[in-house]
Each structure stands twice: as C-alpha cells, then as structure tokens.
C-alpha cells in the first residue's frame, strides 16, 4: 500500500498551522524544555560534583534532556484525534479519500518535526553551555562514553514512540484531558531502561546502544501498523464499533 | 406503505460542477440503492432501503428526527459499513475496498461545519484540496468561494465567522473536488431565516448549474422548495416521488368552495353532478371530492348560481408536503400503538 504524499503534507500542515494559533500546544511547547534544560543545567553547574560522580551526575542531566521528546510530542499527539472528534471536524477529513494510514502519518509527522527539532536544539543549548561554562571533568565526562550517541539516536525513537502511544490513545478516548494524562504515563516506560543506563546501573556499550535503538526502531514502526488496525472509522464517528 | 423505488420525474442529463464545467456521469445514476440495512447491535437505524437518483437531481431525503436519514448519508458515503443490502455510489459499488474512490468522487456536508477555527477560510480549503489532490489548487479555491459568495472573505479566520458564513465555507469546501453527488445533512440546521435564505439560495443556484443534491432535511417547505423528488424515510422508506405526486397519491383531489351564505339544499347542488363523487360541509364552506378539479370547477360554478349562491371562491385544496409528512408519521404513530 502506497501511501499519498499530498494527502499526508496536507494533515500536516494543516496541524502545524494550527499548533501556530493554539496557546496551549505553544505553552507545552515552550514550558517543557525550558523546564528541563534547567534541571540539568542546575545539575551540572550548581552541584559541586569530582572524581566518580561526575559520569553519573552527566548522565542524570542528559536523562532529563531525554523526556524532552517523550513529553512535547504525547500531549499534542493524544489530542490528534479525540480533539478533532470533540471539535466535529474529524468527520469532513474520514468523507474525504485519505486512507487511515495517511491520516495517521500526517499527525505523526506534526509532532515529530517539531518536537526533533526543540530536542535537539535544546540538547545544543545544553552542550554550547557546557563548553562555555561547565568546568572540563564535566565536559569530558559528556563527550565520553555513549551519552552523545543516546541522546542523538533515542531522541527521534522516543518521540515516535511516544507519538504512537498518544494517537493510539486519542483514537480509543471519549475526553481530550483523559487522552493527555494516559498518554504521557504511557509513553513513560522507555525512559526507565534509559535510566538505568544513564544512572550507570546498566553499562551502555556503543553495541547496545545501537541494538537497543534498532530495537525501539521496530516497536515504533509495529505500533504505526497497530495504530492504524485500531483506527476505526464507524467507532469514530458513531461511538459504536463496526 | 412498501419502498418506493422510482426516478421517474428525474432531470435527465449529467451533472455540471459549481464552477459549470461538466462533471463525469459514471453510469445511467448518481446513486442506486438496493435494499440497504443499517443496524447497531439490535437497533435498526435503516432497513430495506432502496432507490435511485439521476444525475443532476435535487433529491430531498426527509424524516423526523432518528429515522436514519444521517446514518443512511454516512453509510452511502462509506463512512459506516452497511448490514445488507447493496449500493452504487457514483458508478462505484459499495464496497469498504472502494471507500477512497467513492470518497474521491461525492462530498458529504455533515450537518455541523466541522471547520478548522484557529484556521483561515483558504487554509481551511487549502488542507482540504491537499486531501483531494487537486491540481490548480488556488483556482479552485477561488471558484468555490465565488459560487458561495465568500470570497472577499478568505483570509478571514473562520472563528470569525457567523454560523451561517461557517456553513458557506463548509459548502465551499464540499464544492471543491466538483463531486458527482453533493449530500447536504440538514444544511440549514440551526440557522436562522436570513442564513436559511442564503443556503436556499446557494442550493438554487447548484441546482441550476445541474449538479446531483442529495439533501436530507426534516424542513418540508425547504425540500418542497427545492427538491425534484423526495423520500420520505422512518427507518424504513415510507414514500418516494415529486412532491406532487405524493400529494395525489395520499391526498384524494377536492375543490373549497366559499359562498356567501349557507345553501339550502347542498345535496341537491353537489350531488346532481357527476363530476363531484362527495361533498361534506366544512367551517369555510364546503369540500367537494373529485377526480380532475379542471373539470369540476366550472360545473360547479354554474350549479351554484344555478342555485342563486353568492359564490365567493372555488379553489382547488392544495395540500402541503407537510401534510403528506404527518399523515405518514401519523401512519407510523398509529401503527406503533397497535
């Protein structure tokens, strides 16, 4: 199955552009990493961390860098669909030709390009701060290791991960405030195996890293196919299913 | 009553889109429904549903509200799967693998707008022309938004925009992939008598321009006013034809007669002439039944001055489509308590 590249830039434009005018995809926007750049940042800088603890205090900053794309993208991506029911304009989009696949894959796409995009930017902030201000055990501490590499590949496996969960929620729930909170606890899980390694209870070898990255890769990619098989036209548009 | 199943009275031809170029006719109609079946669990929505719409027909889908009258649009516009039954839907079958392509071809205007309001009037058609793959995109925005007087209001935020505006961009934006079958739900629902006059008179104009309206409605003057043919739905098809029709065959024909003052003798006034078959005394004056008021008229005109009266009118009684309407879901009120 071919999927239409017009019909999917069309959702995801029109998304965008509707992210530009809603106050509250633009304050979650804007609040979430600002508070978790701050966090790390108090981290690094405030704490008066040698020797050993060094790695384990770098890898507790960048984890919090880490829910940056987990929690941007399942709060506006578990409104995707229960948002639109409740607004009544998911009815005009189901009676047009796109398939569910596009639908779906235009919604993902708007939070995933914005929210790749903060990430990362914010990641840069965090790493130009570093090198400017931080004192150069921290500095190497950064660069040693796995933790670029985890940040630069779990960061768009996160956020897609975390966008599955929350459409996958929007399109099961009857309220957007419900979708919002079961998507972000859902969307969680990940993070704790992350944690692990970041914390250093779980020595992460570039090895591993890849493979555990390969391996959220295909959970991703199942639950688009998941996603879409649950994507229900009649259930959406009556509140009974086929 | 069985399910009616007729075109007769359809326009003949094929449809031209709002922008007055021909759209393509798939087959000989619009729409042809064989026996369709909606249900939820035990609920029947709509059962044994048949008829068919010619292209370039106004076709008015009437029925109080729950009769199925939306669910029958959403079903046909393969947003819900029917139970049995089968359909043609612009000359495409209806099948759940042929839902993109009969999409591509109708639009639907559900009942609420369900525009983008954060959203501009162009942003809202530019997303949905995007859906449709159109080509020459602001073209065809601009032909929509011409054929539904808005164009001076494109860059307009549609949250800005009154309920019967919101309504006109929603017709626009059904406009715009210049579909084979329009179905309007309850177009002027909520509206108030001026937005209702605008939509009428958008929907004039379509009809003009010969595109298929399939519009469902529970305001009679409305499909009186506009439709070629209506059914008349209660879960089931009760009636199908030309308003005029269903007068006749649900209404016998009679002449009003007013006079001045009572007759002395209406019996051996009315009941000498064999162009009426029944006369009764109402609180205007009399009804009189008969078979071809053309006729009557003129006989019965020359037995009451015959008869000295002081005729002040003879009409023929003119039974509204709201009275076929009632008289049905009376029927079906009756029937309910048997």
């Known amino acids: 199955m071919s999927l239409s590249r017009r019909r999917v830039a069309a959702i995801t434009v029109k998304e965008l552009r509707d992210y530009r005018h809603n106050r509250f995809v633009i304050g979650t926007m804007a609040t979430v990493p600002v508070l978790f750049i701050v966090l790390p940042m108090i981290q690094l800088f405030a704490a008066n961390v040698t020797g050993k603890h060094v790695s384990a205090h770098v890898g507790l900053s960048l984890l919090y860098l880490l829910v940056i794309p987990v929690m941007v993208p399942s709060v506006v991506s578990a409104y995707s669909v229960v948002g639109e029911r409740e607004q009544g304009t998911l009815e005009p989009v189901l009676i047009t030709p796109i398939r569910r696949e596009e639908f779906l894959t235009g919604k993902a796409l708007a939070a995933f390009v914005p929210t790749l995009v903060i990430a990362y930017a914010v990641f840069g902030v965090f790493l130009a701060a570093a090198a400017l201000f931080a004192n150069p055990a921290i500095v190497s501490a950064i660069y040693a290791g796995t933790h670029v590499l985890v940040q630069l590949l779990f960061t768009p496996l996160l956020a897609g991960w975390a966008i599955w969960v929350g459409i996958a929620v929007s399109a099961r729930s009857t309220d957007v405030r419900v979708a919002q909170q079961l998507s972000v606890l859902a969307s969680m899980p990940p993070l704790a195996i992350l944690a692990l390694t970041s914390l250093n209870v779980i020595t992460l070898s570039t090895a591993l890293a890849i493979g555990l990255a390969a391996a959220l890769l295909a959970i991703d990619l199942l639950a688009w196919r998941v996603v879409a098989a649950m994507f229900d036209r009649e259930r959406l548009v009556t509140g009974r299913r086929a | ?338």
């Open chain 2, 1 to 338: 009553m069985s399910s009616g199943r007729s075109t007769a009275g359809a326009p003949k031809g094929r449809a031209r889109s709002a922008a007055g170029s021909l759209a393509p006719a798939y087959g000989d109609h619009a729409l042809t429904v064989e026996r369709l079946s909606k249900r939820f669990d035990d609920r029947v929505a709509f059962e044994d549903v048949s008829f068919e719409v010619g292209y370039g027909e106004v076709f008015g889908f009437l029925g109080p509200n729950g009769a199925g009258k939306t669910t029958t649009v959403r079903t046909l516009g393969t947003l819900l799967a029917p139970t049995s039954g089968s359909a043609t839907v612009a000359g495409v079958p209806l099948r759940a693998e042929n839902g993109p392509e009969i999409r591509a071809r109708i639009s639907i205007m559900p009942e609420s707008p369900g525009l983008y309001l954060r959203l501009t009037v162009m942003e809202n058609l530019q997303c949905f022309a995007g859906l449709y793959e159109l080509d020459q995109v602001r073209e065809r925005i601009e032909r929509a938004l011409l054929a539904v007087n808005l164009l001076d209001r494109a860059r307009d935020s549609c949250a800005s925009l009154s309920k019967g505006l919101r309504q006109r961009v929603a017709l626009a934006r059904a406009l715009l992939n210049d579909p084979a079958v329009l179905f309007l739900d309850e177009p002027t629902s909520g509206l108030d008598p001026v937005a209702t006059r605008e939509v009428h008179e958008l929907i004039g104009t379509l009809r003009e321009r010969g595109v298929t309206i399939f519009l469902t409605t529970h305001r009679l003057e409305e499909a009186e006013r506009l439709c070629d043919r209506v059914a008349i739905l209660s879960t089931t098809l009760r009636l199908i034809g030309r308003p005029d029709e269903l007068r006749r065959r649900l209404f016998r024909r009679s002449l009003d007669v007013r006079v001045r003052a009572s007759l002395e003798d209406p019996e051996a006034v009315f009941g000498a002439l064999p162009e009426v078959e029944g006369w009764q005394q109402t609180p205007a004056g009399y009804a009189l039944n008969v078979s071809d008021p053309d006729v009557a008229a003129p006989a019965v005109a020359r037995a009451l001055v015959a008869a000295d009266a002081d005729i002040l009118s003879i009409a023929e009684s003119r039974h509204s489509l709201e009275d076929v309407y009632l008289e049905l879901i009376d029927e079906d009120v009756e029937a309910a308590r048997r």
